[in-house]
């Protein structure tokens, strides 16, 4: 699958701040994703395997395990909800239109740069419908002026334009809630030809413009970290005194606003880190061990041959209480000290000047390998 430099998930953020991509090509390249972003993609397959094959059901799904950029998704009941009000909300759309055929996970695109993969394109005499499966739980999207939507009909009339002469387009979003049932799994908006025609022209001019405004589309970023304004608004953000009751309101705000680039930013930094670059002043040590069971079964069996103790000693109540459940009560570790280790979770940033000793990078650890095979 191709990566175009301008794609639809930075749609609306590119028409806001063109000059976005300038600040990500300086930033490191992100390895792997977020166990949120993984299960997106899970589902997203899951989904196209279920259109594209009406005899399977969510249900042959449940409990089956997909791994992506190493993270593991096991398919739950929760994931089964979400998944059967996507359907739900597909068979629905399929109704109201009577789609005449659907292209699914199609690539289209503007230029070499400008183009993505649009979750569905259906159509029939009279309309094109664009659909993109949301399966996040956060924000709600609306279809309505969805940059999103719009970028892929643009893209795919470009690509198909006798598919979309004289027919009405339509932005479907299918986001299923489970736990918002005053929530609409499946939205539409029939987008007007003169929203449309607006949307391509600003969308165009914005991507040979230069220029950053910061907002709701600073949100993933990846050039948040290097971005002038964000860097500017933390200088402004020192400089004030947040004591001071007649600024305390603005100064909240300032901190609302730089909250996610902080976090951006030592995201990056620990993760250049991990992968054996020096960032100055700073290093990154072993978390905080914990203690955990060695073989937590072989610690059971242990356990249950002791007559001295009390199953509902050891026992919450139908699992083997952890270690630091057990360490809280009045427990003897002493009994069980063979079947513990003390392992850490991994590492973190911390000052160079703290006591803690460095830990290996991921880099460091890799070559140690490579050098004893």
């Not at 007559?307 to 809280?328: C, F």
């Not at 280790?341 to 460091?364: N, Q, V, W």
């Amino acid at each position: 699958m191709k990566h175009f430099k301008f794609g639809g998930s930075t749609a609306a953020r590119t028409i806001k701040c063109p000059s976005w991509t300038d600040e990500a090509a300086k930033n490191p390249q992100r390895s792997g994703s977020s166990p949120a972003a993984a299960e997106g993609t899970v589902l997203h397959g899951i989904m196209e395997k279920l259109i594209e094959d009406g005899s399977i059901l969510p249900a042959d799904f449940y409990d089956t395990e997909h791994t992506v950029d190493g993270h593991t998704i096991l398919i739950d009941q929760d994931h089964l909800e979400r998944l059967n009000m996507a359907l739900d909300a597909y068979l629905e759309l399929d109704g109201k239109y009577k789609f005449d055929d659907v292209l699914i996970e199609a690539e289209f695109s503007l230029t070499d740069h400008i183009g993505g993969t649009c979750d569905i394109l259906a159509y029939n005499a009279t309309h094109v419908i664009v659909l993109d499966w949301k399966f996040g739980q956060g924000i709600a999207v609306d279809p309505v002026e969805n940059a999103q939507g719009m970028f892929y009909a643009m893209c795919a009339e470009q690509t198909l334009p006798d598919l979309f002469k004289g027919k009405q387009i339509v932005i479907a979003i299918v986001q299923p809630m489970p736990s918002r049932h005053d929530f609409g799994t499946l939205k539409t908006w029939e987008v007007p030809a003169k929203h449309f025609s607006a949307f391509k022209q600003t969308y165009m001019k914005a991507v040979k413009s230069k220029g950053y405004q910061t907002g709701s589309h600073c949100t993933f970023c990846a050039g948040a970290a290097t971005c002038p304004l964000k860097v500017q608004d933390a200088s402004a953000a020192l400089r004030m005194d947040a004591t001071n009751l007649v600024s305390l309101s603005a100064a909240l705000a300032l901190a609302t606003q730089l909250e996610p680039w902080i976090k951006e930013v030592k995201k990056i930094a620990h993760e250049q880190l991990e992968q054996g670059a020096t960032v100055e002043g700073w290093k990154i040590v072993d978390k905080r061990a914990t203690r955990k069971w060695l073989d937590e079964e072989k610690a059971l069996i242990f356990l249950s041959k002791l007559r001295r103790i009390k199953k509902e000693e050891y026992m919450a109540p139908a699992a083997l209480k952890s270690v630091a459940q057990l360490e809280k009560t009045k427990f003897d570790m002493s009994v069980v000290s063979d079947y513990i280790i003390k392992s850490s979770t991994g590492t973190t940033m911390a000052p160079a000047s703290d006591p803690r000793d460095e830990a290996l990078s991921e880099a460091s650890l890799r070559a140690a390998l490579n050098q004893l095979a």
